[in-house]
């Protein structure tokens, strides 16, 4: 099967449709330790019989809902720059968003399944050229794609240092909400100085490297010296499909067993790839097992941080087992 070709229509950039505050923004401990790259994230979308709007009318649709996103969420419209001592901030400038205008010879279903994995996917996101100065570098990227059965796709990469993906997810689903013609629901949390240690500082003991497992290395295979030998392995890409049905399933399963504190759909995907992956692999019970997780502090916060904070706000949790205690 031949790769898909996708071409480049045309480029702009949409700014907010209505003046925005200018400045510099402040960034968090939390968004200073996020890595500079941009995160994608896809939405596809199959022909209907009848669009609701004519195809040639949906780039015009994006544009003017984004120009509306971008008043209340200005941050994305703005850029990076460096500050001295390896930190950041963020310039509120309403230099836009860089939106693409694309369109690819393949078919929807030629991308479906397994197939999309011998495909180059980052064909259907926009490009990010991070040999430009950092300032020079779009916050937000669109891409949308029409393909040549009359579906589209929406790329859409945004930079982790400005927001999490809980926010960047709000952000989409807003803007979305804006494409339908209906209002904006309550407006994003920009001030980022909730993350600002108290005055004075609560009293706590030093903290312990030791305490920290991020800092100490990952277990190795019980007989193994180092992990030379697993670097060495190839590593192939896999599409795991769950239905909405095998997840309830598992939640059941989950819930229903002893001590269960109402597991969410993302718990219980995690604990069940962490348990397969660990019966693939044929470990002994014994094997230490290490899983990374991520979590929103938002409502761990004490108080809660409002669930509609724009920016970083997730932080890495690393769980520890033996194989056996997990099967």
Same mark, same amino acid.
Request: aromatic fraction near 10%; charge should be neutral.
């Given at each position: 099967?031949?790769?898909?070709?996708?071409?480049?229509?045309?480029?702009?950039?949409?700014?907010?449709?209505?003046?925005?505050?200018?400045?510099?923004?402040?960034?968090?401990?939390? @968004?200073?330790? %996020?890595? =500079?790259?941009?995160?994608?994230?896809?939405?596809?979308?199959?022909?209907?019989?009848?669009?609701?709007?004519?195809?040639?009318?949906?780039?015009?649709?994006?544009?003017? %809902?984004?120009?509306? +996103? =971008?008043?209340?969420?200005?941050?994305?419209?703005?850029?990076?720059?460096?500050?001295?001592?390896?930190?950041?901030?963020?310039?509120?400038? +309403?230099?836009?968003?860089?939106?693409?205008?694309?369109?690819?010879?393949?078919?929807?279903? @030629?991308?479906?399944?397994?197939?999309?994995?011998?495909?180059?996917?980052?064909?259907?996101?926009?490009?990010?050229?991070?040999?430009?100065?950092?300032?020079?570098?779009?916050?937000?990227?669109?891409?949308?794609?029409?393909?040549?059965?009359?579906?589209?796709?929406?790329? *859409?990469?945004?930079?982790?240092?400005?927001? @999490?993906?809980?926010?960047?997810?709000?952000?989409?689903?807003?803007?979305?909400?804006?494409?339908?013609?209906?209002?904006?629901?309550?407006?994003?949390?920009?001030?980022?100085?909730?993350?600002?240690?108290?005055?004075?500082?609560?009293?706590?003991?030093?903290?312990?490297?030791?305490?920290? =497992?991020?800092?100490?290395?990952?277990?190795?295979?019980?007989?193994?010296?180092?992990? %030379?030998?697993?670097?060495?392995?190839?590593?192939?890409?896999?599409?795991?499909?769950?239905?909405?049905?095998? *997840?309830?399933?598992?939640?059941?399963?989950?819930?229903?067993?002893?001590? +269960?504190?109402?597991?969410?759909?993302?718990?219980?995907?995690?604990?069940?790839?962490?348990?397969? !992956?660990?019966? !693939?692999?044929?470990?002994?019970?014994?094997?230490?097992?290490?899983?990374?997780?991520? *979590? @929103?502090?938002?409502?761990?916060?004490?108080?809660?941080?409002?669930?509609?904070?724009?920016?970083?706000?997730?932080?890495?949790?690393? +769980?520890?087992?033996?194989?056996?205690?997990?099967?």
């Amino acid at each position: 099967m031949n790769m898909p070709i996708v071409t480049i229509k045309g480029c702009s950039t949409v700014r907010p449709c209505e003046e925005t505050w200018t400045g510099t923004m402040a960034l968090s401990e939390w @968004d200073q330790t %996020s890595c =500079l790259t941009h995160v994608p994230s896809s939405f596809f979308f199959r022909p209907p019989n009848t669009w609701l709007s004519a195809p040639s009318a949906i780039v015009d649709t994006l544009k003017l %809902s984004l120009s509306t +996103a =971008l008043v209340p969420f200005y941050p994305l419209a703005g850029c990076l720059q460096w500050i001295g001592n390896g930190r950041l901030q963020l310039q509120c400038n +309403a230099v836009g968003v860089r939106f693409i205008d694309a369109e690819c010879d393949s078919s929807l279903d @030629d991308l479906a399944g397994d197939s999309y994995l011998s495909y180059q996917p980052s064909n259907l996101f926009p490009s990010v050229d991070y040999s430009l100065p950092l300032q020079e570098l779009p916050l937000c990227l669109v891409q949308l794609t029409t393909f040549k059965c009359g579906g589209i796709g929406i790329g *859409i990469t945004i930079s982790h240092a400005v927001v @999490d993906g809980a926010g960047a997810f709000y952000f989409i689903f807003e803007w979305a909400r804006l494409a339908r013609g209906k209002p904006l629901q309550p407006f994003p949390f920009l001030d980022r100085s909730v993350f600002r240690a108290g005055q004075p500082p609560l009293p706590m003991p030093p903290p312990s490297i030791d305490d920290y =497992l991020q800092y100490k290395n990952w277990p190795l295979l019980l007989g193994q010296l180092d992990n %030379s030998e697993e670097i060495k392995k190839k590593t192939t890409k896999a599409i795991l499909r769950i239905t909405k049905s095998q *997840i309830e399933h598992l939640r059941k399963m989950a819930n229903d067993k002893p001590m +269960a504190c109402g597991f969410t759909w993302y718990e219980i995907i995690c604990g069940h790839m962490w348990r397969t !992956a660990c019966k !693939a692999r044929g470990l002994k019970e014994e094997q230490p097992t290490s899983l990374i997780i991520v *979590i @929103d502090s938002r409502s761990r916060m004490r108080p809660q941080l409002p669930r509609e904070y724009f920016g970083t706000a997730t932080f890495d949790v690393i +769980a520890q087992s033996v194989v056996g205690d997990l099967l």
